[in-house]
Each structure stands twice: as C-alpha cells, then as structure tokens.
C-alpha cells in the first residue's frame, strides 16, 4: 500500500499563491491515479483535483477551476496542487490520495490511499 505525505499548507492573505506537495512511497507512483480533496471546519470532504497516470489527463472541481492546477512528477513521486487566486472559502485541510485505477475519479471512496493531510488558511 503506498504512503502519502503532504507539505507546504499554510496561513496566506486572499489573493495569494500556494503550491502544495504529496510525496508517495510504497508503491509504483506512476501507475497512481493522484487527486488531492479537502475539508473545511463543519464540512464534508469534497474533491479538489486528480491526474491520471497515463497521458496524464486532469479534472477539477468547478469551484477551482482556472485557478489551481495539479501536476505530477513521477521522477520524484510527488504530485502538486498549484493554488492560485486563493479565496477564503479554500480554507481547509488537504488531503492527497491515490487509487490504482484506469480513470480519475471524484469520490474519495475510489482511493485506497490517502495521507493525513496539511492546512490551508486563507485570510480575508
């Protein structure tokens, strides 16, 4: 079973840029699909972002749309999310996880892993 840690959440102003980072370890990251999902205070978690593993193709939440953009490193086993134009309302803890599956999906119950996630403060 592969292992995921995230890095890089943080207190930010609206408006700033944030670039988060997932290393994985424990598996064949490049056959992985990687998506990152968040949870705010007194919210369910909710899908952010994947990347498939092959001709990588990626989706994303409408509410993030435009403005992050997630990438993968299969070199270094680390998946991105590049947060951009950040809102208040993307105060939340982030979650990456991974699935060995064909498509990206956008239910957190398709991926197996998942890793403790890192926090992310947007202030108005």
């Known amino acids: 079973q592969v292992q995921l840690v995230e890095s890089g959440g943080g207190s930010v102003q609206a408006g700033d840029s944030l670039k988060l980072s997932c290393v994985a370890s424990g598996g064949v990251f490049s056959r992985y699909i990687m998506a990152w999902f968040r949870q705010g205070d007194g919210k369910e978690r909710e899908f952010v972002a994947a990347?498939?593993?092959?001709?990588?193709?990626?989706d994303y939440a409408d509410s993030v749309k435009g403005r992050f953009t997630i990438s993968r490193d299969d070199a270094e086993n680390t998946v991105y999310l590049h947060m951009d134009s950040l809102k208040p309302e993307d105060t939340a803890i982030y979650y990456c996880a991974a699935a060995r599956r064909w498509d990206v999906s956008t239910e957190i119950a398709d991926y197996g892993a998942r890793g403790r996630g890192t926090q992310v403060t947007v202030l108005s």
């Open positions: 990347i498939s593993w092959r001709a990588p193709t990626t």
